[in-house]
C-alpha cells in the first residue's frame, strides 16, 4: 500500500478505526487527532463529565478512570486506574473505560462508594472526588480477582493498608484527607469500625451490628467489570491508525519496528515512540507529531525473564508490573541478598509518582527521560548502583551497556529503542583475602522530597550497595557502590572518590569522617541548582545513615572521633540496617487508626448534626456541574493569557509563531481592544483596581499581557506558551522586589482608614515595663501558590437584547458582574454573572477570576 506517495511497510498497510467502550457504551471513530488525550474526548466530545481536568499533569487525579484490557491469550481483563489527561486516546484501542457516573447515578441508583463517600463527609467542593471514587474503585476491582478469602458481606478483600494507600496519588484542597480515607476504609474486610470518625450513618455508642446494617451494602457482583463482548475479539489483532493526516501505528514485533524505523515514510516527519504518555505530564507537548509509533505491542518489550543471572525486564513493562515482577522474587531460587535487593527496589519504586501514574509509565520511557532530558529520575539511580545492563537497537544494530554508560551518552534520537533492562541477582563476592561466605550484602535506597509519596521531585534520592564482611576488628568494607541522583546534574552518578576511599577499608568513625568530607566534594549541584547546600547536606546525611549502624556510635559521642572500634558487629549491623530500612519505609506510609471525640449538644439543634451534604453524592457520581462541564454552544472559542516574564519593562510588541495561524488561532487581544468607552480594568477590590491587561509598560511578572484567541483549548494554550514577547528595560529604575527596597525608596501601600487596627493599651510602655524584650527579630514569608483543583474558567454566551450571561468559577460574582460592565463600556443590566458552585476558593477565585470573566466575553464578541 501507498500512502501520500510512499510505501508502508507490509505489516502496516490498511486503514483502521479506533473502537473502543465507555461505560459499556461503543465508540468507534474514523477520523482523529492522534495527539487527543482520552480526557479531551471525554470533556469534548462525550457526555461523561465526571472526568476532570485539574492539573493536566498526572499529578491530582481529578481526571482518574479505569482501564480494562481483555487477554485473550489468557481469557482475563485487566483493571487499573489511569491519569486520563496524559493516555493517548489511540492508545485505548479495543479497551474499556469506566467513569464514576457509569458506576452509579441518580437515575440508576448510586453505587455504595458513592452514598458512603457522602455519609462519610468525605465531599466538599466535589471537583476532585469522582476521581477519587474511581481510583478506589480500581483497587477494588483488583483486590475481588485476588484468591483472598472471602470477606464477611458488604465488606471487599481490601486491608485497610491497601484502601488507604489506593487514593495515595489523588489530592483534595478542601475536604481534608480523614474522612476521605475512613470512607475507603470501611469497605475493608479488616477495619475496626469505632476507628472511623464522624459520619450520619450511625451514632457514637451504638453496637456493631447497628453499624454494619446501616452502611451502604456493597456487592462485589462483578457488573461493573464485565468486558464487552464486541471488544474481546479486537484485541486478538492491534491494527495501525490513519487518522487526518497523521498516523498512528502498532508494530507487533521488533523486526516490524525496525522496518517501519528504516522506512522512507517517516524520513522528512515529525516521529514519536510512545507507551503510557506519562512523560507529558512533565515535559509538555508544544509540538504536532506526524507519525506515532506505539511500543506497547511489542512482545520483545513486554516480556520478563528470569534465570540464576538476574531478572531481565522489557522496556514496555510498566512500573506498576516491575513492583510486582520484583517483589515475586522471593518465589524463585534467589540467594538472600538478592531477594532483599529486588524487594528494596521495589520498595522505592512504590515511593514515586502514584498508583495510576505507574500503571502507565513504562520502566524504559523513564530510564529514556533520563538519558534524553536529564529527567530527575529515581528508577535510574536506583538501577545504577545494582550495576543494571539495558539493550538498544539502532537500525539493525544491537548492543548491550552499563545502564551508567547508557546515561552518559548523547541523548538518544528517536530511531533508537531502548529493548530491555536487565537486574542482575547479586551475591557477596568478598576481596581477594575473604571468600564470599564470610560477606553481607547491604542495600539501601533513599529519597527526599516535598512529599514521602508521590508526584514530588526529589531534591536528592541515593542508592547505597556495600559487600562488608566482618573482621576481628571491626567490618571490612570488601566493595562498595554510592550512586546520588536529582542534584542538579545531568544524571545519576557514582561517588567514585567516596567509593575508592572505602573500599578495602576497616570502618570506623575517622573513616567515615573522611569519607563524609570526600561526599562533599564528589556530590557538587551545578551552578543555579535551587537548594544547593540543602541538596549536599543531605547526601552527607544518607551516606551517615547508611554506614554508622557498623559503628559503635556511643563511643563516637561520648569521646569524639576516634579509632579502635572492635567487636563482633556485623551481625548487629544488619540487624541495624533492616530496623532502619524498615522504619524508613514505616515512615512513609499512611496512619491506619485513630480516634475523632466530638461533643455534640442539643442546644442548636440541628445545626452540629452529622447530616449528609446536600448534592454530595451526585458530585461523587460527577453529575455535579461545573462552569467547564458546560456543553460549549457552537462556533465557541476559547482563550489563554500571555503573561509577563519581566517585573517591570516595557512591552514593545508580541509575536506568535506562524504556525499558529494554521492552528486554529483566531486574534490576538490586548489593551488596544479595549472598547473607547470601557476602561483597562479587570479586577476591583476594597485596595482598589487593578488593570486587565499591562499597556506598554508591565510592572510585575505574571502581569497579563495579552489573551490569544483559538477555536480549540489546546491550541490557544499552545500559542500562548509558544508567544514571545519583545521587552525593553533601557533607562527604567530596578524593579522593588524586596521589602527592604520598598522602604529604602519609600514605596508603600496606602491603608484605608478602616482598616487601620484599634489600638489596646500602652505598647511603648508594656515593652518598656516587661522583663524580656526583644532585641530583634526577622519574619520572611515566601510566597505562596493558590492551589483550588479547578482552574480558573468561565463560559459567556450570549443573550437577548445584546445582553451576556457569564457563568463564572468565582467567589464574588457581584464584584465581577460591575468589573465586566466596566471594562466593556456597557449597561450592568446588560451583564448577567451565574456561579452555581466553585471547585475549591480559598480566596484565590475573587479577585483573580475576574480576568478570565472579563476576557470570555470580549472572545464572544469577537465571534460575532
Not at 491497601?162 to 470512607?183: F, H, Q, S, V
Not at 491587561?693 to 494554550?717: E, P, S, Y
Not at 520598598?742 to 515595663?769: H, I, N, T
Request: aromatic share 8%.
Amino acid at each position: 500500500m501507498e500512502e501520500n506517495g510512499t510505501k508502508c511497510p507490509p505489516s502496516e498497510a490498511g486503514n483502521g478505526s479506533l473502537v473502543f467502550a465507555v461505560n459499556g457504551e461503543k465508540f468507534e471513530l474514523a477520523t482523529l487527532d492522534p495527539s487527543t488525550t482520552l480526557l479531551q474526548f471525554f470533556r469534548y466530545h462525550t457526555r461523561f463529565k465526571s472526568v476532570k481536568l485539574g492539573c493536566g499533569e498526572g499529578g491530582c487525579g481529578a481526571c482518574v478512570v479505569m482501564l480494562s484490557k481483555y487477554n485473550p491469550e489468557l481469557d482475563q481483563v485487566e483493571d487499573f486506574s489511569v491519569s486520563s489527561c496524559l493516555t493517548l486516546l489511540c492508545s485505548v484501542n479495543g479497551c474499556s473505560i469506566t467513569t464514576s457516573e457509569g458506576l452509579g447515578n441518580s437515575k440508576d441508583g448510586f453505587h455504595p462508594i458513592h452514598q458512603r463517600f457522602a455519609g462519610f463527609h468525605a465531599s466538599q467542593c466535589g471537583y476532585c472526588t469522582p476521581g477519587m471514587c474511581m481510583s478506589f474503585f480500581s483497587a477494588l476491582a483488583k483486590a475481588e480477582k485476588t484468591n483472598r478469602p472471602e470477606p464477611p458481606p458488604g465488606f471487599s478483600k481490601l486491608t485497610v493498608s491497601e484502601a488507604e494507600k489506593a487514593i495515595a496519588g489523588n489530592l483534595c484542597r478542601c475536604t481534608g484527607y480523614r474522612p476521605i480515607a475512613d470512607a475507603c476504609k470501611s469497605f475493608a474486610a479488616d477495619v475496626d469500625l469505632e476507628d472511623l470518625g464522624l459520619n450520619s450513618f450511625w451514632r457514637k455508642g451504638e453496637p456493631k451490628e447497628v453499624k454494619l446494617s446501616r452502611l451502604p451494602l456493597y456487592t462485589p457482583d462483578g457488573r461493573f467489570s464485565r468486558f464487552p463482548e464486541f471488544l474481546k475479539g479486537r484485541s486478538k489483532s492491534p491494527k495501525s491508525l490513519h487518522l487526518e493526516n497523521s498516523s498512528w501505528y502498532t508494530p507487533t514485533t521488533l523486526e516490524e519496528l525496525r522496518s517501519l524505523l528504516n522506512s522512507n515514510l517517516i524520513e522528512n516527519d515529525k516521529l514519536r515512540l510512545v507507551v503510557g504518555n506519562t512523560g507529558m505530564g512533565y515535559y509538555k507537548e508544544l509540538d504536532n507529531y506526524d507519525r506515532y509509533i506505539d511500543l506497547r505491542y511489542l512482545s520483545e518489550l513486554q516480556t520478563i525473564r528470569r534465570n540464576h543471572h538476574g531478572i531481565e525486564i522489557g522496556a514496555a513493562v510498566t512500573i506498576s508490573k516491575v513492583i510486582a515482577c520484583l517483589k515475586d522474587a522471593d518465589t524463585l531460587n534467589y540467594s538472600t541478598d538478592g531477594k532483599q535487593v529486588f524487594e528494596k527496589l521495589a520498595n522505592h519504586m512504590e515511593k514515586i509518582a502514584s498508583g495510576f501514574i505507574r500503571n502507565s509509565a513504562s520502566i524504559g520511557g523513564n530510564l529514556v527521560m533520563a538519558q534524553r532530558k536529564s529527567f530527575p529520575s529515581d528508577i535510574a539511580t536506583i538501577l545504577l548502583a545494582v550495576g543494571s545492563i539495558v539493550s538498544i537497537t539502532t537500525g539493525h544494530k544491537h548492543e548491550s551497556i552499563t545502564l551508567e554508560e547508557f546515561l552518559t551518552r548523547p541523548p538518544m534520537d528517536s530511531r533508537s529503542v531502548l529493548l530491555s533492562v536487565q537486574i542482575p541477582h547479586l551475591e557477596p563476592k568478598g576481596n581477594g583475602n575473604n571468600s564470599g561466605s564470610n560477606s553481607k550484602l547491604v542495600f539501601e535506597t533513599y529519597r527526599a522530597a516535598p512529599r514521602p509519596l508521590g508526584n514530588a521531585l526529589p531534591y536528592l534520592n541515593a542508592a547505597f550497595l556495600a559487600d562488608v564482611s566482618h573482621q576481628v576488628s571491626g567490618v571490612l568494607v570488601n566493595n562498595i557502590q554510592l550512586v546520588f541522583g536529582a542534584y542538579g546534574t545531568k544524571h545519576a552518578t557514582r561517588a567514585r572518590k567516596v567509593e575508592e576511599y572505602l573500599s578495602g577499608r576497616m570502618l570506623s568513625a575517622s573513616v567515615l569522617y573522611e569519607a563524609v568530607k570526600l561526599v562533599k566534594v564528589d556530590v557538587m549541584p551545578a551552578v543555579g541548582t535551587s537548594h544547593a547546600a540543602y541538596r549536599t547536606s543531605l547526601a552527607i546525611g544518607f551516606l551517615f545513615q547508611f554506614l554508622s549502624p557498623f559503628l559503635r556510635v556511643g563511643s563516637v559521642a561520648c569521646g569524639g572521633l576516634s579509632n579502635g572500634l572492635t567487636g563482633d558487629l556485623l551481625k548487629d549491623s544488619l540487624e541495624n540496617h533492616r530496623d532502619t530500612s524498615l522504619c524508613q519505609w514505616e515512615y512513609s506510609k499512611l496512619l491506619l487508626s485513630a480516634k475523632q471525640e466530638l461533643k455534640s449538644s442539643k442546644e442548636y439543634h440541628p445545626v452540629g448534626e452529622p447530616i449528609t451534604k446536600s448534592g454530595a453524592a451526585i458530585q461523587a457520581s460527577g453529575e455535579a456541574v461545573y462552569v467547564d462541564d458546560i456543553p460549549s454552544p457552537p462556533n465557541c472559542l476559547h482563550g489563554a493569557f500571555i503573561y509577563s516574564t519581566k517585573p517591570l519593562a516595557r512591552v514593545k510588541g508580541v509575536d506568535l509563531e506562524s504556525n499558529n495561524q494554521l492552528s486554529g488561532v483566531a486574534a490576538l487581544i490586548s489593551y488596544k481592544d479595549i472598547p473607547e468607552q470601557g476602561e483597562n480594568v479587570g479586577s476591583k477590590a476594597m485596595f482598589g483596581s487593578e488593570p486587565l491587561f499591562a499597556d506598554d509598560l508591565t510592572r510585575c511578572a505574571g502581569q497579563q499581557i495579552a489573551f490569544v484567541v483559538a477555536n480549540t483549548q489546546k491550541f490557544a494554550d499552545i500559542a500562548a506558551n509558544s508567544a514571545l514577547v519583545k521587552y525593553d528595560t533601557a533607562n527604567l529604575d530596578p524593579p522593588i522586589l524586596t521589602i527592604e527596597e520598598a522602604v529604602e525608596r519609600s514605596s508603600f501601600f496606602q491603608v484605608p482608614p478602616f482598616l487601620y487596627p484599634k489600638q489596646v493599651g500602652d505598647f511603648s510602655k508594656g515593652m518598656a515595663e516587661a522583663d524580656h524584650k526583644i532585641l530583634s527579630a526577622e519574619i520572611k514569608l515566601p510566597s505562596q501558590y493558590y492551589f483550588y483543583m479547578e482552574t480558573q474558567t468561565a463560559l459567556a454566551v450570549p443573550d437577548e437584547d445584546n445582553c451576556m450571561v457569564v457563568y463564572s468559577s468565582i467567589q464574588c460574582p457581584e464584584l465581577t458582574h460591575s468589573v465586566i460592565a466596566t471594562c466593556l463600556g456597557v449597561p450592568e443590566h446588560n451583564i448577567r454573572v451565574i456561579t452555581r458552585r466553585v471547585g475549591g476558593g480559598f480566596g484565590g477565585k475573587a479577585i483573580k477570576a475576574m480576568p478570565v470573566s472579563i476576557n470570555n466575553i470580549k472572545i464572544k464578541f469577537f465571534s460575532h
